[in-house]
Every structure is written in structure tokens, then in C-alpha cells.
């Protein structure tokens, strides 16, 4: 138990569906973040919320579309994905510019 | 472009043994130095920050810090099977902000073998 919970942590999808990525963290941190990790490629950070405001996209594709409603969720929606999009999705919060906490992930296939 | 390179191993090691894993950055101004360990299928768990020039010990791991060479290094004694994962160097690079932005490394995989 990290304190950041993904759901789910499975997704399979087809390139027309419309999905999303949830993410909640329980530890009364001030910033969310969405990592991407693919096969044999560093970790990819995509956006930052502050305050749930964001403060950063990381020339992440349109089909790609983040959510904050208040500082303990972030959302990530999905929309007419590639199969290349097929990746390992991270949710991630911290307090300070000290210490970044991940959650589990959740693993997404594109067919 | 904020770089940060490591080798990508594998790296082999008898149990028992020190393992060493390095890290370079590009940026000189980067204020933040952690390294993660990442088992196989699950998320990066943060086991060592270092900020200052030097060593920081904390347990069987050692972190090493050389702003001026732009180096930072993890130094893991008494190596166990356990210890198998694949190792991240992240950098933060962002000065007097109050977010942890990380850029990573590809990692490293490191395998102890009894």
C-alpha cells in the first residue's frame, strides 16, 4: 500500500473506445503527476498538477486528456489511443519538491 | 534536453557482494539526486534522496553525490537475491520550485545470485 491508489490496474482497449485512467492518493499531498513508462524507454513524465491546477504537459498527444477535480484525484482519459500508446501509466503525488510517491500503475494494452 | 544516463546492465553479482550502480546527468544546476527500485511488474519504490556533495548512508545502501562531475552513484553492500530489481536514477533539475518534476534514467537491472 503506497498511499496512491490506480484503478484499474488492467486495461485492454480498442483504438476507438474512450476509456480512463483513475488515480487517488491519500496522503494530503499538494502535486499529482502522470508518468508514462514504455518497453526499453526511461520513465516519460506527461503532466503536473499543482494545487490541482496543471503546471506542466509534457507535449503529450491530444488523445491524451488529464482531470483534476481537487488535489487527492487525477484522472487521465483516453481517447482513439495507438497501439504504441501500450504502456505502463503511473500515478504519482508529492508533498515537495523532495519526494515523489508512485501508485502500483495500471497497465494498458491497445489492440 | 535534461539527460540522464545509466548502464543499462545487466549488472551480476554474487550475494554478498557490493554492488555499484552509476548515474550521470546534463543539467549542472540540478538540485535533487533519487534512485528507485523497480521490481519486475510493479511500480518505483524510492529508496534513496541525496541533495549535498558526499556520501549518505542509510542501511546496506550508499548514495553518492559529485555535482561537480555531474555523477551519482548507489553503492549496495551485502547484496541479497532480493536486492534483484532494476535500479532508476532520477534528477530533479528545477530550481526553487516547490514541485519534484523527475527525469529518469533507463535504469539498471541488477541480478544476485546465492
Known amino acids: 500500500e503506497t498511499g496512491v491508489t490506480q484503478t484499474p490496474r488492467h486495461l485492454v482497449m480498442g483504438m476507438t473506445n474512450k476509456k480512463s485512467l483513475k488515480c487517488e492518493q491519500h496522503l494530503g499531498h499538494n502535486a499529482m503527476y502522470w508518468y508514462k513508462q514504455s518497453a526499453k524507454k526511461p520513465l516519460e513524465l506527461m503532466f503536473v498538477?499543482?494545487?490541482?491546477?496543471?503546471?506542466e504537459n509534457n507535449s503529450v498527444p491530444s488523445r491524451f486528456s488529464p482531470e483534476c477535480p481537487n488535489s487527492s484525484h487525477l484522472f487521465l482519459h483516453l481517447h482513439t489511443l495507438q497501439p504504441e500508446d501500450s504502456a505502463l501509466y503511473l500515478c504519482?503525488?508529492?508533498?515537495?519538491?523532495?519526494?515523489?510517491?508512485f501508485g502500483e500503475g495500471s497497465w494498458l494494452t491497445v489492440v | 534536453q535534461k539527460e540522464v544516463e545509466q548502464n543499462s546492465g545487466p549488472l551480476s553479482v554474487p550475494e554478498g557482494a557490493i554492488a555499484s550502480l552509476n548515474c550521470t546527468y546534463s543539467?549542472?544546476?540540478?538540485?535533487?539526486f533519487f534512485w528507485y527500485r523497480q521490481y519486475s511488474g510493479k511500480s518505483p519504490e524510492l529508496i534513496m534522496s541525496?541533495?549535498?556533495?558526499g556520501d549518505k548512508e542509510d542501511g546496506r545502501f550508499t548514495a553518492q553525490l559529485n555535482k561537480a562531475s555531474q555523477y551519482v552513484s548507489l553503492l549496495i553492500r551485502d547484496s541479497q537475491p532480493s536486492d534483484s530489481a532494476t535500479y532508476l536514477c532520477a534528477v530533479n533539475p528545477d530550481r526553487g520550485s516547490t514541485l519534484g518534476r523527475l527525469y529518469f534514467g533507463r535504469g539498471t537491472q541488477l541480478t544476485v545470485w546465492p
Open positions: 498538477y499543482n494545487f490541482k491546477e496543471q503546471t
Open positions: 541525496i541533495y549535498s556533495n
Open positions: 543539467d549542472r544546476g540540478s538540485q535533487s
Open positions: 504519482a503525488s508529492s508533498p515537495d519538491r523532495s519526494t515523489i510517491y
